[in-house]
């Protein structure tokens, strides 16, 4: 089979489309044919090599994918063959206090498949079980394989870790991102009045297709004097940001009192100044999150697969082309996910 590999981290030209031996499904894992895959900045972050994080190498990368049961091994229960599954990337103990009490996100050893364990880019690709969620027919399979990351992500920052009410005023930094555009789409539909930044007129129309109530050109303005100018002065209840240090004083800024500042990911920087003035004085919450439990998985897919929440594919090409999809990522070109296709199957 073919498999999207790279054999050192650095830039694009280390991708490739390697033929591979097929895997077999270990103990409790799930042999899947994969119809479609979609990617994730941490794709492009485990390309480059993270801190902390040695990969064996060469490593298949990949968070997302969707397909067909091919396959079980020994002690899986749950799928057979023909079932079709979307994988949910995120690996933990089962046993630890955090797991045994329902949050395996706080797993000591939480795990992302694709980023600390090898990837499901390929034609072929075993996956635990408990690492696969059923996909109803009608589903396509594009859309099947960009959903669980990010919305997965954007639903437990939203509902689980702001605990948003309807008529609340949600700002989403980086509105045309997988995660923001997913934070749009629910926080309109958890009632919210919804803000969004994006740099262009085209992702800003995508962006209120989403259900933004207000688009906000960062490039044209300071975004937290925007939205201070849209509130009447108040400022937000909640702001999604993953962009990290180039927004977050902003960020804070934006923050009525008693604000809660959300946090996944920060693609520009880790260490902004801290603002503790701010934070203290108008009572400002600052919270992290990352990826999301079956539970909350289970919630947001099922808005997903009934068309309530809508992944937009930016682009769809040939999995040999993994390189150009990174491109789209890191020149942030276009609005939503970008899905890969094994080549067999196109
Ligand atoms: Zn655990």
Redesign the pocket.
């Known amino acids: 089979m073919h498999a999207v590999q790279f054999a050192e981290h650095g830039d694009r030209d280390v991708i490739e489309y390697a033929e591979v031996p097929d895997p077999e499904p270990a103990r409790g894992e799930v042999l899947v044919d994969v119809k479609a895959g979609a990617l994730n900045h941490l794709d492009v972050w485990t390309r480059r090599g993270l801190p902390g994080v040695d990969l064996e190498l060469p490593h298949t990368p990949g968070s997302d994918a969707a397909g067909v049961v091919e396959a079980v091994g020994a002690d899986v229960d749950r799928f057979g063959p023909g079932d079709r599954v979307a994988v949910a990337a995120g690996v ?9 009490d329902g949050d ?1 996100t ?5 795990a992302i498949i694709g980023e600390h364990r090898p990837g499901v880019h390929a034609e072929l690709a075993a996956v635990p079980a408990e690492n696969l969620v059923p996909v109803p027919g009608g589903v396509d399979w594009p859309t099947a394989a960009a959903a669980p990351l990010v919305f997965g992500t954007a639903w437990r920052m939203l509902h689980t870790r702001a605990d948003v009410t309807a008529g609340e005023r949600v700002l989403v930094l980086g509105a045309s991102g997988g995660v923001g555009h997913a934070a749009v789409q629910i926080a309109a539909h958890a009632g919210c009045e919804v803000f969004a930044t994006a740099s262009t007129e085209a992702k800003r129309r995508h962006a209120a297709d989403c259900g933004a109530d207000h688009t906000i050109d960062y490039e044209a303005t300071d975004f937290a004097d925007r939205v201070r100018d849209l509130t009447d002065g108040r400022g937000v209840d909640v702001v999604i940001d993953h962009v990290g240090a180039a927004t977050y004083p902003d960020s804070l800024a934006s923050l009525a009192k008693g604000g809660r500042l959300v946090t996944c990911g920060a693609t520009t920087g880790p260490n902004p100044d801290a603002g503790l003035n701010r934070i203290f004085w108008n009572q400002l919450s600052v919270i992290g999150s990352t990826m999301a439990t079956p539970g909350e998985l289970d919630d947001v897919l099922e808005l997903v697969w009934d068309g309530t929440l809508e992944p937009r594919i930016r682009e769809t090409l040939p999995m040999s082309e993994t390189a150009a999809a990174h491109r789209l990522l890191e020149d942030r070109e276009g609005f939503g996910k970008v899905a890969v296709i094994p080549d067999s199957e196109r």
Do not use: A, Q, T
């Open positions: 933990s103990c089962g046993s630890c206090e955090f797991c045994r395996p706080l797993c000591p050893r939480f």
